[in-house]
């Protein structure tokens, strides 16, 4: 950990490694406001290359159950499929969560639709109404607003798993903002909420809904009705295919597969062999 904030460190210029380490912690309001909750703890980490990497070598260990580590800029951070994050300096919410709870590894898939569910309740609680989009994008007027990307570690017939958030917060002047095709949403687009507060509001949802996770096929009820997923239209580029596909979404399958009629035939389009396409 505290290699990696040294490395990162080092590649910013101009003085601004020391600022770094001058930086105040923003999130000690968030632990008190947590305090008593099974995700009380909260490391905040400056700069590193990615919190899912920094995560990721915790899994298993006990003593990091229900721990969140939160950053103010990831060097290395990345999406779905290893696609980049683009999130200037103290721009955007970058967190991962270790869930105090092991998974069967069939059942992993169900983290990122519970973990959405629990981010959208949080932007809805400081009255930012959003929507979620199969399979861990979240959205704000059509537009991405943030994005789910989970890790996990099993041994024998159990798993842990590491869940990362990222939100964009406060819209930026950064050039690199401009280059995202399509153009991305901001919280501060409809509201002046601060990332601690956030912050906050989801990780109490991750512990009062902290049950349902290990409930699959509840989740997959609640998740679809959280999206009013039922008669949505979904264009999606496949895997290995050069033509989009379009089609009205149905139902999640059985391991989280998005079920679409094409042509008035369902089609089931795997979690990870499909990325949706969003119009500019």
């Known amino acids: 950990m505290f290699r990696k904030e040294h490395n990162a460190n080092r590649v910013l210029a101009g003085g601004k490694g020391t600022f770094l380490k001058n930086m105040t912690d923003p999130y000690t309001k968030t632990r008190n406001a947590l305090f008593g909750t099974l995700f009380q703890h909260i490391q905040f980490v400056p700069m590193t290359e990615s919190t899912n990497d920094d995560a990721v ?27 980049p994050w683009v999130a200037p300096m103290a721009t955007s919410l970058l967190f991962t969560t270790i869930l105090p709870v092991t998974f069967e590894p069939a059942d992993l898939w169900t983290v990122p639709f519970w973990a959405g569910m629990c981010v959208q309740a949080g932007l809805k609680f400081h009255n930012i109404h959003t929507t979620l989009q199969w399979p861990n994008d979240i959205l704000l007027g059509g537009k991405k607003l943030g994005g789910i990307l989970c890790v996990s ?4 017939a159990r798993a842990w798993v590491a869940c990362g958030v990222g939100i964009n917060v406060t819209r930026s002047e950064d050039p690199s903002v401009a280059q995202i095709d399509p153009p991305p949403a901001f919280v501060s ?12 509001a989801i990780l109490q949802n991750y512990d009062s809904m902290l049950t349902l996770v290990e ?13 009013n997923l039922k008669g949505t239209h979904y264009r999606l580029l496949v895997d290995g295919e050069t033509e989009p596909i379009e089609g009205v979404a149905q139902r999640i399958g059985h391991h989280g597969e998005l079920i679409i009629k094409v042509d008035e035939h369902d089609r089931s389009i ?9 119009e500019a």
């Open 153 to 156: 570690r099993g041994q024998g």
């Open 215 to 227: 409930k699959p096929n509840l989740v997959a009820r609640r998740w679809e009705d959280a999206a």
């Open 270 to 278: 795997a979690m990870a062999d499909a990325r949706v396409m969003r």
């Open 57 to 83: 070598k915790f899994l298993g260990h006990a003593q990091a159950a229900g721990l969140t580590i939160a950053t103010n800029f990831q060097t290395k951070g990345v999406g779905r499929k290893g696609r």
């Open 189 to 200: 687009d409809v509201s002046q909420v601060e990332r601690p507060e956030l912050l906050s």
